[in-house]
């Protein structure tokens, strides 16, 4: 067993540091306090793909997936042993801030299902442009609607097959991105009547006829990057944009796609709660110290809890990215961090405020902007209750209905 | 990198405990609890395994191996029965300031007389800030009275401070109590009056590294008491049937279960993580022994807290038939509140862990970082 973060993992770390202070939580703080996600155009965008990122996990590697396309499997074995430097990066870059983390640029949300289920061609096609950008894009991930949040089974977005098309129509919400994207994985249902079953992945592009109504929402935290809701009216989209083709969900692996995909971001959505909650938490020991707390005994008390859940919180999350290293089984593991981070973090913000007193009140605190950012933690990628219900299933086998 | 595998040698340590757990403690759950002591094939068969000696060096006939495996394989035993657990380690954490503060010779001296002689136990009582234990030296005397130890007999006795140890081992009175908890390994009340001291040894340092030893091993005993609960009421919750399902498939329950499942592991993790750094300060000096102490403080604290959200629930999804002692569940949630009253108990051990808070400026470290 080993417990210490390793030198290349610490050297990530440091890069992130050394634009953390200086650029992604002043990013952050101006798009709070402008009440507008950090435009496509800001210099910091351009600053980010000058240096590498804005990228795409997948490999680049079309032929090879070919090959495997035509072998047995199918699927592209994801990379190995990369989730835990994942984690510790997304952790890092949320501590600074975890609005800015979000709006990197990049692929986003839409990577997983793209080059999970994707065709080799569809690789190149949609993530293709994501390995090398010349300047920042963005991808998006369509799968929350008006009425659909947690029960992603009933969306109501109806796919319809007409000639060499589809021809998609509803209402999406919250897609992070959806704007500004040069695509969004959109999920839309051939039959509502056999839910998960009838479920189908689009890669919507960018000025398609019937894509449109975009209304970027006000939100109470988190505003550096955008959330988008936008409708499809009869929006035209080519057979070829259906996410792993025809033959994929003959398997019935549609649904299945998309939570596998949420299966390996769980751990990074909680791990990003940890970086906020311990952004906290250095600032609430900051202000107790130069006002002179620290010696209270009830304050030391929560200070102290709060490091330690936040302490344990982080551990759970690399436990779950351990296992994803591995290749083993870690659902259970993956929804614990999940459950458990978010509210350790809310904890850890909301006693912050309590030591601001007042201070907290003005509402120009870091600690007052962390406390509005973190509820959202809880509520994206499956809320605690939903969590909650995936670990029932595993531990006591709680049925789906 | 952050790796959780424990690797062949520990996992079979494990997997020898739950089975010694198995055989010798968890069918005679209550017949231990009643006699107030243990069954002398289970003493003997721990004493073959060589889980007595598990920390000692091989001087004194031990495996030399550190905290973790402690922690393993006290979780184990404790999963089935905290008392019994004590009273089979007979030395038990009143190694720790002897081998922090004595060295060899101390543990020749104290510790082999214990390991080495049937029946005999050890206690550490903790005689600093915040003690109920109340002791007073001169020289080479000591009086006292200490309110409660998990036993009920005690030839070698150790009382801790925060600046170091004094070892008693005559002029011992233990009046029986009843006991709250962990009964299997007894309990009473001890009387000091005018006892000869034999040796004092003393160093803060040493002092907090024992403290955190101990800390540990009680940690691990609260990790496997609500581990065991956890999992007794989840099966339990999955056989019975109430309005037409499991009780597990209301929500009301299913959530708190995964809750609980959640608790145990946070506990843990926490464990893992205090005893990692105290096994690295020992060898390596990838942590200080400040920063595994300040670990272990708040693995107790966590596990306290967590062990008193989990045991009362272990005894609520079982209802009333929780509350009856036809289940474990109950003695579960004692013995969780016993455990945790040990070593200063659960304040002393969050102003422990708070200390390098006010302390060290800059940004609270959670884990670890490799130095550049
Ligand atoms: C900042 C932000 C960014 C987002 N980004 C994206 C994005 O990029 N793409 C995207 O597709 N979506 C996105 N979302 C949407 C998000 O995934 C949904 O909001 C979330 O899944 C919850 O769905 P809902 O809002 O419809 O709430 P509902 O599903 O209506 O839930 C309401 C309440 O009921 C509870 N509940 C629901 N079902 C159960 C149950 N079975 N048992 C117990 N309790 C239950 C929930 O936990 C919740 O407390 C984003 C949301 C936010 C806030």
Redesign the pocket.
């Known amino acids: 067993m080993n417990l210490v973060i390793d030198g290349p993992t610490r050297e990530r770390l440091d890069s992130v540091r050394a634009i953390g202070e200086s650029q992604i939580r002043p990013v952050g703080i101006e798009a709070d306090r402008l009440g507008r996600p950090v435009p496509p155009d800001h210099p910091f965008f351009e600053m980010l793909v000058k240096v590498g990122l804005g990228r795409t996990r997948w490999d680049g590697k079309a032929e090879a997936d070919r090959a495997a396309a035509s072998s047995s499997s199918g699927a592209s074995t994801p990379k190995l042993g990369a989730s835990r430097g994942q984690l510790a990066v997304a952790e890092e870059t949320s501590y600074w801030d975890r609005g800015v983390a979000v709006a990197f640029p990049g692929p986003g949300?839409g990577d997983p299902p793209i080059s999970s289920m994707g065709t080799p061609d569809q690789k190149e096609r949609f993530l293709g442009r994501f390995l090398n950008p010349d300047r920042p894009m963005w991808g998006?991930?369509?799968?929350?609607e008006p009425g659909?949040?947690?029960?992603v089974a009933g969306i109501q977005t109806t796919a319809h097959k007409d000639g060499d098309s589809w021809i998609l129509h509803g209402a999406?919400?919250?897609?992070?991105h959806a704007s500004r994207a040069e695509w969004i994985v959109v999920w839309a249902t051939v039959d509502r009547s056999l839910g998960r079953d009838g479920h189908r992945a689009f890669v919507v592009e960018r000025g398609t006829p019937g894509l449109g109504d975009f209304v970027v929402e006000r939100?109470m935290g988190?505003k550096a990057y955008e959330?988008t809701s936008f409708t499809l009216s009869d929006c035209r989209v080519p057979s070829a944009n259906l996410l792993g083709g025809e033959d994929y969900y003959a398997r019935k692996a549609g649904f299945k796609g998309a939570m596998k995909s949420f299966n390996a971001t769980r751990p990074l959505v909680a791990a990003m709660a940890v970086g906020i909650g311990r952004a906290a938490l250095d600032s609430a020991v900051v202000f107790a110290r130069e006002n002179d707390l620290l010696g209270q005994v009830r304050v030391r008390d929560r200070l102290e809890r709060t490091r330690r859940r936040l302490r344990a919180a982080r551990l759970l999350c690399w436990r779950a990215a351990w296992l994803a290293d591995y290749g083993r089984p870690n659902i259970l593991e993956a929804s614990m961090s999940k459950a458990f981070a978010p509210s350790v973090a809310f904890e850890a913000a909301s006693l912050g405020m309590e030591l601001l007193g007042e201070v907290g009140g003005r509402g120009d605190h870091l600690i007052e902007k962390l406390f509005r950012d973190v509820k959202?933690m809880d509520?994206?990628?499956?809320?605690?209750?939903?969590q909650r219900?995936v670990m029932a299933r595993q531990l006591v086998r709680l049925p789906r209905d | 990198m952050i790796d959780f595998d424990l690797g062949d040698e520990l996992e079979l340590l494990r997997s020898t405990a739950q089975q010694f757990a198995a055989d010798h403690l968890r069918p005679a759950l209550r017949d231990h609890e009643s006699a107030r002591q243990i069954s002398q094939p289970a003493h003997a068969a721990f004493a073959e395994i060589g889980f007595a000696a598990l920390e000692c060096p091989e001087s004194l006939g031990g495996s030399a191996l550190g905290s973790l495996a402690r922690c393993l394989m006290m979780e184990e035993l404790a999963a089935a029965d905290p008392g019994a657990a004590l009273a089979l380690d007979r030395l038990g954490a009143a190694l720790y300031p002897i081998a922090e503060m004595g060295g060899d010779e101390a543990l020749e001296r104290f510790a082999r007389p214990v390991l080495d002689t049937p029946d005999t136990r050890a206690a550490l009582v903790w005689c600093g800030e915040g003690a109920r234990a109340q002791t007073l030296r001169s020289g080479d005397r000591i009086s006292g009275f200490v309110p409660w130890v998990p036993s009920d007999r005690v030839d070698l006795l150790l009382l801790l401070d925060e600046r170091g140890c004094s070892i008693v081992h005559e002029n011992i009175r233990c009046e029986s109590l009843r006991g709250g908890g962990l009964r299997a390994a007894g309990a009473a009340e001890l009387h000091l009056d005018d006892a000869p001291v034999a040796a004092h040894l003393e160093g803060e340092a040493a002092a907090g590294r024992a403290l955190a030893r101990a800390r540990l091993y009680v940690t691990a005993l609260l990790v496997g008491v609500m581990r065991e609960s956890a999992e007794f009421s989840r099966q339990y919750a999955l056989d019975r049937v109430a309005f037409g399902r499991p009780i597990a498939h209301h929500?009301g329950l299913a959530f708190l279960i995964a809750d609980m499942a959640t608790a145990v592991d946070a506990a843990r993790v926490l464990l893992w993580e205090a005893a990692v750094r105290r096994d690295d300060a020992q060898a390596n000096g990838l942590a200080t022994h400040e920063q595994a102490a300040e670990a272990a403080a708040t693995a107790f604290a966590e596990a306290a807290e967590q062990s008193l959200f989990v045991t009362p629930n272990g005894v609520q999804i079982l209802g009333g038939h929780g509350f009856m002692q036809d289940y474990p569940v109950e003695k579960m949630m004692r013995e969780a509140r016993s455990l945790s009253l040990l070593l200063g108990g659960v304040d002393l051990a969050r102003e422990h862990a708070a200390r390098d808070l006010v302390v060290h400026e800059g940004p609270v470290a959670l884990t670890l970082e490799a130095p550049p």
Do not use: P
Not at chain 1, 148 to 151: T, Y
Not at chain 1, 379 to 386: L, P
């Open positions: 949300l998006s991930f369509a799968m929350t659909a949040g947690s029960d999406k919400s919250f897609a992070a939100k988190l959330s959202a509520i994206v990628e499956g809320t605690g209750q939903i219900v | 929500q």
